[in-house]
């Protein structure tokens, strides 16, 4: 089998081989839609990877922004980091069991932040627990540490952002939801209000990403299923979604393929819908 470990994306086999190693610190970023009916936290003290840690991705958020649940602010990531013992010099493999893969909301929000010593598991919980790896219950124990100063975020979009560049077009806009709710007129299953897109926005759904059996495709595979949803790989990009957690995963997969560039519009369309005043594009391209 695979053991393969890059410096973003990590195997199963590598993961179980390095269970050990000083200083690898495994986090469970599992989030989950309301509509799912889950309780992460109550999940991960069922059942985790040996070792891993709680990372509670659902709380860290910045409650004084107007993005609805924005990315956390530098002090809030570190204060986090702090709270389950991560030093700034660790290796963090970070993994989830969500609909919506929301380990790669995690990486965004550490890299945004200037930690790049950050992986995704290859498959994440799923392939961990279907291959009869390592699994334990429980609360884990840990030490904590002092909160290190981290840098602002940065490669985040904001609303005006996106506004300006509707006028000047730098940037290519990519849409990581479905296309009933990017190209669809009626309402939002997710998030409510208007389905839509922000004018001009191409569309790739994140879940052609991964291969059926729920690992990221080769960056080969990657670059092409951008290219087919009219991605030029040349120019800059923004991603979007519905509240900026799927367009992390397509961030990530831009990252597989060599672009650590591209940006992250975090309110994406729950933002931009709400807004009367914005301009907004439904039915075919």
């Known amino acids: 089998m695979d053991t393969h470990a890059s410096d ?113 598991l290859d498959g994440g919980f799923s392939a961990w627990r279907s291959e009869g790896r390592a699994l334990e219950g429980g609360t884990p124990l840990f030490e904590a540490s002092s909160p290190a100063p981290l840098p602002s975020a940065s490669r985040i979009a904001s609303k005006v952002d996106m506004l300006i560049n509707l006028q000047d077009g730098t940037h290519q806009v990519i849409d990581a939801r479905g296309a009933d709710r990017v190209f669809g007129s009626g309402i939002d299953p997710v998030h409510g209000g208007q389905n839509g897109r922000i004018p001009g926005a191409l569309n790739l759904h994140f879940g052609q990403v991964f291969s059926s059996d729920g690992r990221f495709k080769s960056p080969e595979e990657l670059r092409a299923a951008f290219e087919q949803a009219g991605l030029n790989h040349q120019a800059p990009v923004i991603s979007t979604c519905g509240s900026g957690v799927t367009a992390s995963v397509l961030l990530f997969a831009l990252h597989l393929c060599g672009n650590d560039d591209a940006m992250l519009y975090d309110g994406s369309w729950q933002e931009w819908e709400a807004d009367p005043s914005t301009p907004k594009q439904q039915g075919p391209a």
Request: hydrophobic share 50%; charged share 20%; no cysteine.
């Open 8 to 120: 973003s994306l990590v195997s199963t086999d590598w993961l179980d081989q390095n269970l050990a190693s000083p200083g690898l610190v495994i986090l469970d970023a599992s989030r989950h839609l309301p509509a799912a009916g889950r309780d992460p936290a109550a999940e991960f003290r069922d059942a985790h990877i040996r070792g891993a840690r709680f990372l509670d991705l659902a709380s860290l958020t910045d409650p004084a922004s107007d993005v609805p649940a924005a990315l956390p602010n530098a002090a809030q990531l570190a204060q986090r980091m702090a709270q389950l013992g991560v030093k700034a010099d660790d290796r963090i493999v970070l993994y989830d069991d969500s609909a919506v893969k929301t380990s790669a909301r995690a990486w965004f929000a550490f890299r945004a932040h200037g930690i790049s010593k950050v992986s995704i």
